[in-house]
């Protein structure tokens, strides 16, 4: 799961895959709420919207909390597909 949730966090930066604009505004208001906890517990020393910040949430993602992957999928960060598959690794 974490190699995979990297090479997901990369890739928004490459194409972005969330709506709006570029920046901390881009993340939905469901994410923000969602994953503030996280982020302050796992990654809280990277800027948001940072690759840094893409890769630490994906090292951290197997301990990330199930409201914050809902919040990702519902933002179409990741996909349930995806999700579901990592689960199973």
């Known amino acids: 799961m974490r190699t995979t949730l990297a090479?997901?966090?990369?890739?928004?930066?490459a194409v972005p895959c969330l709506v709006g604009t570029a920046g901390a505004d881009s993340y939905s208001k469901?994410?923000?709420?969602?994953?503030?906890?996280?982020?302050?517990?796992?990654?809280?020393?990277?800027?948001?919207e940072s690759a840094a910040l893409r890769v630490c949430m994906d090292k951290a993602g197997k301990s990330l909390s199930k409201?914050?992957?809902?919040?990702?999928?519902?933002?179409?960060?990741?996909?349930?597909?995806?999700?579901?598959?990592?689960?199973?690794r």
């Open 67 to 88: 409201g914050c992957v809902n919040a990702l999928v519902a933002s179409g960060e990741i996909s349930q597909a995806e999700v579901s598959r990592r689960k199973n």
């Open 30 to 48: 469901a994410v923000k709420q969602s994953c503030a906890a996280d982020y302050r517990k796992y990654c809280g020393d990277y800027g948001l």
């Open 7 to 13: 090479t997901l966090f990369v890739a928004c930066l």
